[in-house]
């Protein structure tokens, strides 16, 4: 028998060396190494011959209908897409406690009613489990339990359902490596295993996936790319409210946020979210302005909030929670250049509120407003909405779904929306139902929501 040896694999990019390093040349990150031990490759049968492939014209391709089944959960189905996809591979992440488990337990339970539906518990004993499924109120006696960490030990459990919840793909382990589990290797071949399974057979499977400190899902990156949906399950712990963001879908959009809320008796979707990112204090303390933000199919009303504090040291601070940071300080330069405010030796503090993330340019003239008003100390109207992008020369340009975004003003009861001149004749419909102010650059909108003496 051939002696095993040891490599060191980086964990974050899969990178192999023969000795430990402290710096991976080829991601650039420090004290990833971790020693892996190596099974020699066992002598190769003679090769069979492989018939080459045919390739197939486009006009002869053939649709295939994707079934799509109901989760129990209507928010959950929204950011899936419409639902459940018959053969797809789903990654939920986030940190402990947030709440995956108990999610997909409640799909998991809700599936087994009318399918065959598999949970493979690889953390917790199926007594765990049953307890956590008595205590969300869960009286599902098909839904078939499996504590086992060995692939192919539950090999033939997993091939006999329709759906199967995997927790977790880090403590789950093949045979074909030596190395422990949670190791690169492992969660790279287990995934691909279960890829095959599920394209094969047509299983669904939820696999849960741990996360790093900073945040990222652990493993190598391919695991990402294996998925076909992954979700990040995103809030803290000590808060009820999660929310649940889709970062890849290749059976829908990857805007998609769903909002939750944890209680005793498990994690439900909240229809009417509207006061999750507003506060009722707007329109009587400065600095808060609200922007309708496009996510997916659907608009939210999301409040932006500044705080501006004198600086105590040569060197003023910046802060920003849901809008990029570096986009902060490019629309503070526009106000200080374009406007003259004095920004300069202030700190400023920025957040949207319920934890929500405004990645898209249209929350520019929102953020400009509010540090506007937070600068001047004069509150916004509670009834006043803004959105458009901001240039550097300080203009407004427009920004799409410009309809869809005064659409939901008018039905949020709001009774005047800032918007981009350019975007004024697609909204000319709602004049009756509110006032349209079109701007072009910052300046008039500045005019428009604090009016010289």
């Known amino acids: 028998m051939a002696k095993s040896n040891t490599q060191f694999v980086c964990a974050q990019c899969g990178y192999t060396s023969p000795k430990w390093l402290g710096r991976c040349p080829d991601c650039g990150t420090f004290n990833t190494f971790a020693e892996e031990t190596v099974a020699p490759e066992p002598v190769k049968a003679k090769a069979r011959a ?9 006009s002869q391709v053939k649709y295939e209908t994707y079934e799509r089944v109901s989760s129990g959960n209507p928010e959950l189905d929204v950011v899936l897409g419409g639902g459940i996809v018959r053969g797809s591979l789903v990654l939920v992440g986030g940190d402990p406690g947030v ?5 997909l337990t409640q799909v998991a339970a809700h599936l087994a009613r009318e399918h065959r539906v598999l949970y493979l518990s690889a953390e917790e004993s199926c007594s765990q489990v049953k307890l956590r499924c008595e205590r969300l109120g869960l009286r599902s006696d098909s839904l078939l339990l499996l504590n086992e960490t ?9 091939c006999g359902a329709e759906y199967v919840v995997v927790d977790s793909i880090q403590a789950i382990y093949t045979d074909a490596l030596s190395s422990s589990a949670g190791s690169v290797g492992q969660v790279r071949e287990c995934a691909s295993k279960l890829m095959r399974i599920a394209k094969s057979r047509g299983i669904t499977f939820f696999i849960v996936g741990h996360v790093t400190k900073e945040g990222t899902l652990a493993g190598p990156k391919v695991l990402e790319h294996i998925m076909d949906t992954v979700l990040y399950f995103e809030g803290e712990r000590t808060e009820n409210f999660k929310i649940l963001r889709a970062v890849k879908n290749r059976f829908g959009s990857v805007q998609e946020v769903g909002v939750f809320e944890m209680t005793g008796e498990g994690i439900f979707g909240l229809a009417d979210y509207s006061s999750l990112f507003l506060s009722d204090s707007r329109g009587v ?9 496009e996510t997916g199919n659907r608009c939210m009303m999301v409040e932006i909030q500044t705080l501006m504090a004198k600086t105590a040291y040569g060197l003023p601070r910046r802060m920003s929670l849901g809008v990029e940071f570096n986009r902060l300080v490019v629309l503070v330069a526009v106000l200080e250049k374009r406007c003259g405010l004095a920004l300069g030796g202030q700190d400023i503090y920025l957040n949207a509120m319920g934890g929500i993330r405004l990645n898209e340019p249209s929350a520019d003239l929102a953020v400009c407003a509010a540090l506007a008003s937070a600068e001047r100390g004069v509150p916004v109207d509670r009834d006043t909405a803004v959105f458009g992008e901001v240039g550097l020369t300080g203009e407004v340009r427009g920004v799409s779904y410009a309809e869809k975004r005064v659409n939901e003003c008018v039905k949020m009861g709001f009774k005047r929306v800032l918007l981009p001149s350019k975007n004024l004749r697609a909204c000319e419909k709602f004049k009756g139902k509110i006032e349209l102010v079109p701007v072009s650059y910052v300046m008039q909108m500045l005019k428009a929501l604090f009016p010289p003496a």
């Open 50 to 58: 492989v018939l080459p492939s045919r390739a197939v014209p486009l």
């Open 99 to 103: 709440g995956k488990s108990t999610l």
């Open 150 to 158: 060995n692939l192919e030990g539950a090999e033939e459990a997993i």
């Open 285 to 293: 303390a400065a600095g808060a302005v609200v922007t309708p933000s």
